[in-house]
Nanobody
């Protein structure tokens, strides 16, 4: 089992920045991939970014590429999502997720463990 706790959400104006963090605990090995997903009201949960177990490889959704950066601190079992140039359409609940295996995964089905989510609201 992996427990995930997100933090860092909030309200920001368009063009601003926010940094989300996620702390993982409960699993003896940290060799698993992690991801960020988001879900806006009335929409399906969508892929935002993913990182492999070592932090060497990342993947991004098309809508956030070039604006968001995901990083991983393996010593602290944390991942972060730096979000710049935020747009109103980035408004959503952002979820941290942990995979069972160590790669970068874009599919929800690859992530058995989820955090409770943190709200990000971008005003125009």
């Amino acid at each position: 089992q992996v427990q995930l706790v997100e933090s860092g959400g909030g309200l920001v104006q368009a063009g601003g920045s926010l940094r989300l963090s996620c702390v993982a605990s409960g699993r003896t090995s940290s060799r698993y991939g992690m991801g960020w997903f988001r879900q806006a009201p009335g929409k399906e949960r969508e892929f935002v970014s993913a990182v492999n177990w070592s932090g060497d490889y990342t993947s991004y959704g098309d809508s956030v590429k070039g604006r968001f950066t995901m990083s991983r601190d393996t010593a602290k079992n944390t991942v972060a999502l730096q979000m710049n140039s935020l747009k109103p359409e980035d408004t959503a609940v952002y979820y941290c997720a942990a995979a069972y295996y160590g790669g970068t995964y874009r599919e929800l089905s690859q992530y058995p463990y989820w955090g409770q989510g943190t709200q990000v609201t971008v005003s125009s």
